[in-house]
């Protein structure tokens, strides 16, 4: 089979899905991968031709299962998008072990698993991985020890991949995502929050789903053929600013 084929996890909504449609609408095959299989269930039929498959990324043998479906399917692997994750905000000392340990399998085994039951097949197509970290693994904040740790861990386990994989053909690069309008940033984001992250955000708004999709498959592309080992924050500019922005619009 010649089709090109991408594996995304977490692809049962938000950034996942999105990327999930923006790729099979560019003529890709697309496994979606979710721990969450009923949400899968209603999201699958709006993608013809692409392959539901319920799986939890912190689990090996679950891993190993569905990147064996994948090639059952389809006979390649072409690109791998390791977006699926966890979050969890409270203070450093309240979190303990469990929630650190449950963010860290989720969040970073999950990566290192999902992508290194895929090498095989993505050498033979020198293919891409594409792993979704957060502008939380470039920036510290208050409340995101855990998910900020997983996720800063998830940049360096991009820059070992593709320091180890380049030679064979396979590009591995990160995105990460700034505040994006996700169903759980409108949830858990009050006016205050948002109105502070406006403030911080050169072009002054939340990020779309669509917007970084769009990022994910450009790095899963052919276009970026020499692009390896880079984090393409996908932020409004957030990661480069500091403080002053509100002060320097009100001289506008």
């Known amino acids: 089979m010649t089709e090109r084929t991408a ?21 890709w095959r697309v496994m979606l991968a979710d721990i969450d299989g009923e949400e899968l269930d209603r999201a699958a039929p709006a993608l013809p031709g692409a392959l539901a498959v319920a ?13 064996a479906q994948a ?3 389809s006979g390649r692997i072409d690109a791998l998008v390791n977006n699926a994750g966890v979050a969890d905000f409270r203070p450093l000392a ?25 090498i095989p097949h993505l050498v033979q197509s020198r293919g891409a991985i594409v792993n979704i970290a957060s502008i939380s693994g470039l920036r510290a904040s208050t ?11 998830v940049i360096h386990l991009t820059r070992q991949q593709a320091a180890e994989l380049g030679q064979h053909g396979v590009r ?36 779309k789903e669509a917007e970084i999709a769009e990022a994910i498959a450009f790095l899963c592309s052919d276009q970026a053929s020499y692009i390896t080992g880079q984090v393409l924050a996908a932020d409004g500019g957030f990661e480069a600013t500091g403080v002053g922005l509100p002060a320097l619009r009100a001289e506008d």
């Open 7 to 27: 594996i995304v996890t977490g692809a049962a909504r938000g950034i996942g899905l999105a990327t999930a449609r923006l790729l099979a609408s560019r003529g």
């Open 55 to 67: 799986c939890d990324v912190s689990d090996p043998g679950q891993v190993a299962a569905m990147v």
């Open 71 to 73: 090639i059952a399917w």
């Open 94 to 118: 309240e979190t303990d072990l469990a929630a650190w340990r449950r963010i860290m399998a989720v969040n970073l085994d999950g990566v290192f698993l999902c992508s290194q039951a895929a």
């Open 143 to 153: 409340l995101r020890v855990a998910y900020g740790t997983s996720k800063a861990a």
């Open 172 to 207: 591995a690069n990160c995105v990460a995502p700034g505040p994006v309008d996700t169903k759980l940033a409108l949830a858990v984001h009050s006016p205050a929050i948002r109105a502070a992250y406006h403030d911080a955000i050169p072009l002054n708004r939340y990020g």
